[in-house]
């Protein structure tokens, strides 16, 4: 997420902001451990605001979770980018509150949700004590997934990790180490090319003003400089490197149109720029057998 405007993704995450004691945004390059901890905090401190603004959107409360993979409002339950999940071990990377884990059981998969925030998980469990519809949670950074080789069926993210880490290459070949041969790894991001404009959903996230290939991570700082918040970028070349390198094929790549029905803000996205590039990538992978 390249330098937000003034006032633009700021006043959506004061308390977050205020709690962590940001003050500013620096570029610095971050190994996972820091990155890793700045996210923990991040989430954990953001949990309520997060679901305050986007919780129904994504079902958080519904009786049986749901499965959005995206602001465009992609479903799962249209999609079918997981194929059949009937009777699946499925691992959710970036579960945040679990809704999409929770909406995989209702379709009859074994879903396993895993993040790296108590606060984001707990938001999951609180809704799995009024509905009643549980699955597993974990929490576990992506970057080392603690299971065993040829764990699950399916692995899927939807914005989950895959943007926070550090190493997201080597949060590929954890994917496919877990993986079962037959298996599809399916995870939604920020479209790369999103990277070279402001975080603003208005006129002023028309304009480039970052290099696409500048892939310094987006970093938030207290007075101290400890990082509060980070996002890497990988251009669309690097994700398809990552990819490959892990031993995965690619394919899919689905770009979202911005629907007609939707004109709600989430963040960047908005009707206004959802109309002229597209704001999510999403890759569609398989373990070959």
């Known amino acids: 997420m390249p330098e937000p405007a003034p006032g633009a993704s700021q006043d959506r995450h004061a308390d977050a902001n205020a709690q962590l004691g940001t003050v500013g945004v620096s570029r610095a390059r971050l190994d996972s451990a820091t990155s890793q901890r700045a996210s923990r ?51 959710e990377v970036g579960c945040g509150s679990a809704p999409c884990s929770r909406w995989l059981a209702s379709q009859g998969a074994r879903p396993v949700g895993l993040d790296l925030s108590m606060g984001m998980l707990a938001r999951g469990l609180a809704a799995m004590e009024r509905t009643g519809n549980r699955v597993s949670l974990v929490q576990a950074g992506a970057e080392y997934l603690p299971f065993a080789n040829e764990s699950f069926d399916i692995a899927c993210s939807a914005f989950g990790a895959v943007p926070f880490v550090a190493d997201s290459a080597l949060l590929m070949r954890e994917v496919a180490r877990v993986l079962r041969p037959g298996g599809r790894w399916v995870f939604a991001v920020n479209h790369p090319m999103r990277w070279i404009f402001p975080d603003d959903p208005g006129e002023a996230g028309l304009i480039a003003t970052i290099s696409y290939f500048d892939r310094s991570p987006y ?32 394919e899919d790549v689905v ?7 939707l004109d709600r803000e989430w963040g960047q996205w908005s009707p206004l720029r959802g109309a002229l590039f597209p704001g999510t990538a999403i890759f569609v992978t398989a373990k070959p057998l």
């Open 219 to 250: 970093v938030e700082v207290d007075a101290q400089g400890t990082p509060t918040y980070v996002e890497h970028h990988r251009t669309l070349g690097d994700r398809v490197r990552e990819i490959v390198a892990a031993g995965l094929v690619l």
């Open 41 to 91: 905090s991040w989430w954990d401190a953001d949990a309520d605001a997060y679901h305050l603004t986007h919780g129904e959107f994504l079902g958080v409360d519904s009786d049986a979770g749901e499965f959005v993979w995206c602001p465009e409002g992609l479903h799962e339950g249209d999609m079918h980018l997981l194929g059949d999940v009937e009777g699946k071990a499925i691992l």
């Open 255 to 261: 770009e979202p149109d911005w629907p007609e029905w």
